[in-house]
């Protein structure tokens, strides 16, 4: 058997630059966004808006889980990221829920852009989130 990129158990080629450099910065937006999202859950109060910010939620979550498995197997470090350290979950209300939906839509857009770069520039098949 011909062993190919696409093979998802085992390939040849290593990840490149510009694979990395997708890996790391769609790590650090999603760790970023899960902090965000994290906060907004606390203090939201329009129930119609908390399924959208609890979907985003999981999706970066997703996200973040996919990178940690790609850079796990290609024995790359895992970047550090923004943690829970990084947000206060009970700080006061600083904007309302109105904000949290343009705040989505903003950061759905900008991630379009992220990820579609990222597809266009991996050399690797086997590496999408």
Not at 9 to 37: F, G
Request: with cysteine.
């Amino acid at each position: 058997m011909v062993e190919t990129i696409n093979d998802e158990n085992q390939h040849k080629t290593r990840l490149t630059a510009p694979e990395i450099a997708n890996l790391w910065s769609l790590y650090q937006s999603d760790s970023m966004v899960i902090c965000v999202y994290k906060y907004m859950l606390q203090i939201v109060e329009d129930t119609s808006i908390r399924p959208i910010l609890e979907l985003s939620l999981r999706l970066a979550e997703v996200h973040i889980s996919k990178i940690k498995e790609y850079l796990t197997q290609e024995k790359f470090p895992i970047p550090h990221g923004f943690t829970d350290a990084d947000v206060d979950l009970s700080a006061p209300r600083l904007f309302s829920d109105d904000l949290f939906l343009s705040y989505t839509y903003i950061m759905s857009v900008n991630g379009m852009a992220g990820y579609a770069a990222a597809l266009a520039t991996n050399l690797r098949r086997d590496i999408f989130v």
